[in-house]
């Protein structure tokens, strides 16, 4: 009954003045009304009997819960988006006023088949559950999607975003070249509220390839669902803020670690494997090795556009995933939102600064044994070098470049 009150609640509470103010503020709003709290009037504004309820639902919450809220930011308007999240992630009852309840509204330029317009929501409900299922979360925010087949078609239909129009147009060139004339007939990128797709796939009409035309869609979604969750838990979704004085550090990063995490949950989806696999971990580390590229110089170029740097990418984040678990992939990025800073939110998860891992990466790229060592995570010398990955900081190659380079 609580939970049909929710929803009778929702159609009521979401019209008027809460559209005034801020949708996620409005959203815990919504929440603590349904849950028994008195936040006030529902008006988007962040004040003091919003506040109130809050530290009154944090009080009552199970302990569970109230670890999870403890990790949030103070209540504001900034950190409503996370609030929102975390209350609709413990309480159902509180879920259906997640602006992301509602289906997304989706944009599709003239040659993308209606077969296709369909699936792009039945890609995102799946990577909703999915993401939901298998790792326990929910985006509060709400995002748009627009899709197109062809460049010029994709790079108009965006620019119709209020998002898109604040994109500069050489940046949306370049999206638009890497997306819609990838090899895969289908790529994907995620702006802060805006998730794009474009490609010949999106013109399928041909049953027969439909299949995996849908398939190939839901795989980008769920890559893109995870950076939209990287955004949203790193605060990336609202305003630059600045606190005590210092500007906070670029909110994504490092480059290798946004992309690495979204690579190695997109396999999970395919493979619905919850470790990686020495095998599939030989695999990752020969396309890394292919790439002579390292991982430190893929965090220094502050983005990851080619083969190579997905290789790298994606071969770093599943050596943290296997030893570490996935949950550590989607725990640092909840770390980032609590720390303000990935440096710290990295040494706070993996218990080693985002230069070590680096300096161990390299000695995995160029010994399996000693990559296997990091993952097994075992008091066994694999291959013989007197050192097992993990308990030393550094690989004797990465001692010596460093003092080289000192």
Not at 66 to 78: K, T
Not at 110 to 126: I, K
Not at 262 to 271: D, I, M, P
Request: with cysteine; net charge negative.
């Amino acid at each position: 009954m609580r939970f049909v009150a929710a929803i009778l609640f929702l159609l009521c509470g979401l019209s008027g003045p809460a559209l005034a103010g801020d949708a996620h503020v409005a959203c815990v709003q919504n929440q603590l009304s349904a849950l028994g709290q008195d936040p006030g009037p529902v008006d988007g504004q962040s004040g003091p009997r919003t506040r109130a309820a809050v530290a009154a639902l944090v009080a009552e919450s199970a302990p569970e819960a109230r670890e999870a809220y403890g990790r949030l930011p103070e209540f504001s308007r900034r950190a409503a988006v996370g609030w929102c999240r975390e209350i609709g992630r413990f309480h159902l009852d509180a879920l259906p006023f997640m602006p992301s309840y509602r289906m997304p509204e989706v944009h599709v330029s003239d040659e993308v088949s209606p077969q296709m317009r369909r699936a792009l929501l039945a890609a995102h409900a799946q990577a909703r559950t999915y993401m939901a299922e298998q790792y326990g979360v929910r985006l509060a925010s709400r995002v748009e999607i627009a899709a197109a087949v062809t460049p010029e078609a994709f790079r108009e239909l965006v620019r119709t975003t209020e998002e898109g129009q604040q994109i500069p147009g050489t940046t949306l060139r370049a999206s638009a070249e890497r997306n819609c004339l990838g090899t895969r007939g289908l790529g994907g990128s995620m702006y802060r509220d805006v998730m794009t797709f474009c490609g010949l796939a999106m013109g399928v009409e041909d049953a027969a390839q439909l299949r995996l035309a849908r398939d190939t869609l839901t795989s980008v979604m769920v890559h893109e669902y995870v950076h939209h969750l990287q955004r949203e838990m790193a605060y990336d979704k609202v305003e630059r803020w600045v606190r005590k004085g210092e500007t906070v550090r670029r909110r994504l990063g490092p480059a290798w670690m946004v992309e690495g995490t979204a690579e190695v949950l997109e396999s999970r989806y395919w493979t619905r494997d919850a470790h990686v696999a020495g095998d599939a971990l030989f695999l990752l580390r020969a396309r890394a090795v292919a790439a002579q590229k390292s991982l430190a110089s893929v965090r220094t170029d502050d983005e990851v556009r080619t083969a190579g740097a997905y290789a790298v990418s994606h071969y770093a984040a599943a050596l943290l995933a296997g030893r570490f678990g996935d949950q550590s992939l989607i725990g640092f990025w909840r770390a980032v939102g609590e720390t303000d800073n990935w440096y710290e939110a990295f040494a706070q998860v993996y218990g080693m600064s985002v230069e070590e891992f680096e300096a161990l990466y390299a000695g995995m790229l160029e010994s399996r044994a000693y990559g296997l060592e990091f993952v097994q995570d075992i008091d066994i010398d694999i291959d013989g070098d007197g050192l097992i990955a993990g308990q030393e900081t550094l690989p004797p190659a990465a001692e010596t470049a460093q003092v080289q380079s000192n």
